[in-house]
């Protein structure tokens, strides 16, 4: 837990509520942290959707009043039709949003409590639009701290992986289609805030039916995904994320990709800031933040960028859980990214469920796995609770290929992104693999380490997909995540190969049965080498934050815990997961905010065109002039041709319908 700091060397002003003009006309909303009685100083803005009013409010004052009070205005910026802001919001990271930065930009560093300098920072979606209007150069934009996000909006974000339908995709829809069309607040816009409820009714759509019509690397990935021009990014970028966060492969990417000043973070997190963790070891995260942008807009000698390029936590080996609240391991560091010191390591995939160093006589091994192969499988990116990890590893290895090492001699740590180097055919055009890396523990419980899947008509690109022909044989790479791991002596090594990962990918049309050409297909492995100068890693400071503001927690009921259910009857088996389940008061505006959400996710054993993902979403504002709620319900199935979406909207205001609607809506699948 972060302690709570309460001197600053200066004093905090706030001004809960302003408004950035943009060119056209249109005003977003804006609440400024900044230092009283001190000169024009730098500016480090925050842009997201998730409504500063009541939203994400107590989180806001924490770092940026920590921020203030160490020299810098902070502010914290509604997106266009989010929050207060005025406009209409259409979809993540479009080109008006990040047009729109680059002009809230501009507009801060002409203030006269602005010393023309601004940097960026964020979590998540105030990540992305980070790096992509970094790519835009506007000119006061000095540097930016990113968390959580990614360079790559096809490979790393909620929507595929590695050419297969994520879980995560129709899931992360509903969560933002609950929250498109609640109401500003009249206190902050005046008595024109039910004419702005009423356009964001009118255009609030399942963003899922724009993502589910883009199912390969196309166009509309490529616009924000700003790997495709690293050199677009000229000014210093400090990347961060968390071993159990989605987003930790965009790190060493971006740290080889940009060729300006850059360092990268990745400690045993989730998906949060550093010094507010589910996860521990957390660090003095603001204090880290400080030192990053007294270097770059105040030209302070603070030593940062004499540390190694990476730092990464160099995670112990743990026995299979399904919530780690921490994760034992020590700090290291690679003076560059990608390092000449990885020493790449082939294991191969030989007869028996060998794993060895050498190749031996291939023999084709066919395997067609159960659907319940990743029931348990957890969360694709991790918050840290609701038993986000998979378990044992055991259960989804009885319906898997399984390559194991012989105890090693000696421990061996890796850092970095395993590769499977695949010989394979199949018996139908279309096919997947799951791969895990796995740590085994002389006793036999098994850690999934590291995932990795590939969508199989995928194998030469994500942009040009193409069939398989059954018989003939291929070849292709599965990237596997980047990680830090530490195997002891005495463990094994794992791989375990399957062509089912549900829910995490959405199954194949038809169960296929991919047949591995063993001796043949390697496992290519980034060993890492001790290195005596990480005892010398400087020691990150204790974490601390500013007092959030007054919040009292009140009792929520969560509809669904997280579970799997099978009938063995039936063969249906269901897998549910909590989502954004809590209700806060707020005394100081006097509102309170409560959701209660659930992702559920159905198959029948047997029938990949049974899969099913089902959610319900409810949230509600409580003020002095109503209670104004969202409630939503939503499914996702299939046919071997097709997505059927159906969604059901109803707002309410003091338990009335003010406005519903529904749709019903088929999209081609298209390879997967």
Sequence with gaps: MAA????FPNEVEIVESMFVPLPDGTRLAAKLWRPRDIGPVPVILEYLPYRKREGTRGRD??????????????????????????????????EQEIRDGCDAIAWIAAQDWCDGQVAMYGISWGGFNGLQIAARQPPALKTIITVGSTDDRYATDVHYIGGCL??????????????????????????????MWRARMAH????ILTWLAHQRRDAYWKHGSVCEDFSAITIPVYAVSGWADNYSESVPRLLSGLSGPRLGLIGPWAHSFPHDVAVQPAIGWLQEVRRWCDHWLKGRDTGIMDEPMYRVWMQQSAPPSTCYLERAGRWVGEAEWPSSRIDWRDLFLNAGGRLQGTAAKGTPVPICSPLWVGLTAGEVGRYGEDA???????EDDGGSLVFTTDPLPATLEILGAPQLHLRFSVDKPMALV?????????????????????????????EQAAMLEPGRVYEAVVDIDDIAHSFPAGHRIAV????????????????????????????????????????????FDPPEMAAPTPSEDLPAEKTVRRGVRRDLLSKEMVVEFPRWTYAHRMPDIGQTVASDAFARYRITDGDPLSAACETGCTVEITRKDGVFGHHSTSRMTCDATH??????????????????????????????
């Excluded at 995560?168 to 008595?191: K, Q, R, Y």
């Excluded at 979406?645 to 298209?670: K, Y």
């Design 204 to 207: 609030n759509t399942p963003w």
């Design 388 to 394: 986000d990890w998979p378990p044992d590893q055991r």
């Design 61 to 94: 004052q924490k770092m940026h009043a920590w921020l203030a009070g160490h020299g810098y205005a902070c502010i914290r910026l509604d997106i266009r039709g989010t929050g207060d802001s005025q406009g209409l919001i259409d979809d993540e990271y479009t």
């Design 4 to 7: 709570i700091r309460k001197d």
């Design 643 to 672: 997505f059927r979406i159906e969604v059901s909207l109803r707002v309410t205001e003091n338990g009335a319908s003010v406005f519903e609607r529904s749709w019903d809506e088929r999209i081609p699948r298209d390879h997967v």
């Design 166 to 195: 994520s879980k995560d995709n129709p899931d992360w829809s509903a969560t933002m289609f609950a929250h498109n069309d609640l109401p500003p607040d009249p206190e902050i816009v005046g008595p024109g805030w039910r004419d």
């Design 434 to 462: 799951a791969v895990r890396l796995n740590d085994v523990m002389p006793d036999g419980r098994s850690t999934r380490v590291a995932l990795g899947c590939l969508n199989l008509t995928h194998r030469d690109s994500h």
């Design 496 to 539: 375990s190969i399957s062509t089912t990962y549900w829910p995490i990918c959405w199954p194949s049309p038809e169960l296929a049965t991919v047949t591995v050409h063993t001796g043949e297909s390697r496992l290519a492995l980034p060993v890492r080498p001790e290195d005596p100068a990480d005892a010398g890693l400087r020691r």
